[in-house]
């Protein structure tokens, strides 16, 4: 298995807990607030340590971070899924 499918496959209960959380109003950002703590701000803070700026310098944008990731690795799995259909072309 390549990379990307072995990234895919670990994703994969992540990605299906997101897309159930979206359709519910809230549903999402109730998903992610039990991983908004002090503890996943410092841990953030530590693997950006790079960057200079102290960045997430709060919960707000720990929030921020942890929805897009969400929706950026379901996106992902949707396209991977997707890819082996081809729609107008022969």
């Given at each position: 298995?390549?990379l990307?499918g072995s990234?895919s496959n670990v994703s994969?209960?992540?990605c299906?807990?997101?897309?159930?959380?979206c359709?519910?109003e809230g549903g999402l950002?109730a998903l992610?607030?039990?991983?908004?703590?002090?503890?996943?701000?410092?841990g953030?803070?530590?693997?950006?340590?790079?960057?200079?700026?102290?960045?997430?310098?709060?919960?707000?944008q720990?929030r921020?971070?942890?929805?897009?990731d969400r929706?950026?690795q379901?996106k992902g799995?949707?396209q991977?899924?997707?890819?082996?259909?081809s729609?107008?072309?022969?």
């Amino acid at each position: 298995m390549d990379l990307a499918g072995s990234h895919s496959n670990v994703s994969l209960p992540v990605c299906i807990t997101t897309w159930l959380a979206c359709r519910h109003e809230g549903g999402l950002d109730a998903l992610v607030e039990a991983e908004v703590t002090p503890e996943r701000l410092a841990g953030l803070q530590a693997d950006n340590a790079a960057r200079g700026d102290g960045w997430p310098h709060n919960l707000d944008q720990v929030r921020e971070f942890l929805l897009w990731d969400r929706i950026l690795q379901l996106k992902g799995a949707m396209q991977a899924a997707l890819k082996v259909f081809s729609v107008g072309n022969a």
